[in-house]
């Protein structure tokens, strides 16, 4: 069984749309979002940064939620949610499922992590205004890639389209734009989806 450590609005989400997506048996175990659990010695056992999600299968124990996605979906997926490894349309999708978080996500990430670090007397506007131009310049890289297109890769739903949804849920949370309709109508269509619907309402 898998059992995915999970705190509200992180990036655990993806885990568990992707099972919910398979219809496969899982678990959440919902965890304390404080710094003080996080830093743990319980919980460095499971992350030794202290960061959230960490999946358990059986005696198996990641971290990382795009790891983790590709790992469900190379265990448990049975071909689904990804195109045939080696093959360019793979290429691809490996190319939006890292871009979603190792590009786009991580500005998002230093804007909250900077005012949840700093006090606002702290807080640099020129810091925060440079992680949105980065944000904002990785929106319109997918506005421009989804248009005409109801998903990144192949025009069929996969994993990249889970990874994505998540960054494209941070970005609107903590950065938004008046622009880019193209990347926020493929927003609102993978909301209407029931597995992520059951994710983003636990």
């Known amino acids: 069984m898998l059992t995915i450590y ?53 005696d198996f124990i990641m971290f990382e939620s795009g790891a983790m996605v590709q790992y469900i979906l190379d265990r448990h997926g049975n071909g689904q949610l990804q195109p045939k490894p080696g093959t360019p349309e793979h290429g691809l999708y490996l190319q939006w499922c890292w871009f979603a978080e190792s590009t786009f996500a991580r500005p998002i990430g230093e ?24 944000a904002s310049l990785c929106v319109k890289a997918l506005d421009e890639a989804i ?15 889970i990874m994505m949804g998540y960054s494209m849920f941070i970005f609107d949370k903590y950065v938004s734009s008046d622009n880019h309709n193209n990347a926020y109508d493929y927003w609102n269509r993978l909301q209407q989806r029931e597995a992520c619907k059951v994710a983003f309402n636990l």
């Open 6 to 58: 999970h705190a509200v609005g992180t990036r655990s989400l993806r885990v568990i749309w992707t099972c919910e997506e398979l219809k496969i048996p899982y678990q959440v175990e919902t965890i304390p979002f404080t710094a003080e659990y996080r830093a743990s010695q319980e919980w460095r056992k499971m992350n030794p940064v202290g960061k959230v999600p960490v999946l358990k299968d059986d």
């Open 111 to 134: 804007i909250v992590n900077h005012r949840r670090v700093f006090e606002e007397h702290q807080q640099s506007d020129a810091a925060i205004n440079e992680m949105k131009d980065r």
């Open 147 to 161: 248009e005409g297109r109801e998903f990144l890769v192949g025009n069929e739903f996969t994993a990249a389209d």
